[in-house]
């Protein structure tokens, strides 16, 4: 089994050097974008950038950028495990709270396509198999989805453990 964090090495397209996964015409889960990112999302229609890395430094520096470029900006530092139930919700809340297009980032676009697996299954009532199936076709491949299993698993273990608390 692989530890559930972002270091997983993903073979995935790239734009621009970015790692990216469109998800559909709203979402686009992503890695670290670069300073010479920001317009080009911009460009290409993203309303919000939410960045879920922990880092308040890099966040303020990427705030001013996004904002420079005309996006609107969040920062919303999740775990990169050990994912609770209340940190679920916190993401659940910003997305739904979002109109337009959002551009999602972590540093691997790792973090970012676990949370949107677990927010499909509990929040929208999709399978596990439907989730994945929508991560393959973006492209994640199958060492990202034996993460993502590892790490589901673990987030349904701790969310059965804290409601019998």
Not at 26 to 46: I, M, S
Not at 81 to 95: A, N, S
Not at 145 to 160: G, I, K, L, S, V
Request: proline letters at 4%; glycine letters at 4%; charged letters at 25%.
């Amino acid at each position: 089994m692989k530890p559930c964090t972002n270091t997983v090495e993903l073979a995935v397209a790239q734009k621009a050097d970015l790692v990216r996964y469109d998800i559909d015409e709203r979402l686009t889960l992503a890695g670290q974008p670069q300073p010479e990112d920001w317009a080009a999302l911009a460009a290409e229609g993203f309303a919000v950038v939410i960045n879920m890395r922990s880092d308040p430094e890099r966040a303020t520096t990427q705030q001013r950028s996004a904002e420079a470029a005309g996006l609107r900006y969040i920062h919303l530092p999740l775990p990169v495990y050990e994912l609770e139930p209340e940190h679920l919700e916190q993401y659940h809340q910003t997305l739904a709270a979002e109109q337009g297009r959002v551009f999602l980032h972590c540093r691997s676009a790792t973090r970012v396509a676990l949370m949107w697996l677990l927010d499909r299954i509990v929040y929208d009532g999709w399978s596990r198999e439907q989730a994945e199936a929508t991560l393959r076709a973006a492209g994640y491949d199958d060492d990202a989805m034996e993460t993502f299993a590892f790490c589901t698993d673990d987030y349904f273990e701790r969310a059965a453990a804290a409601s019998n608390r």
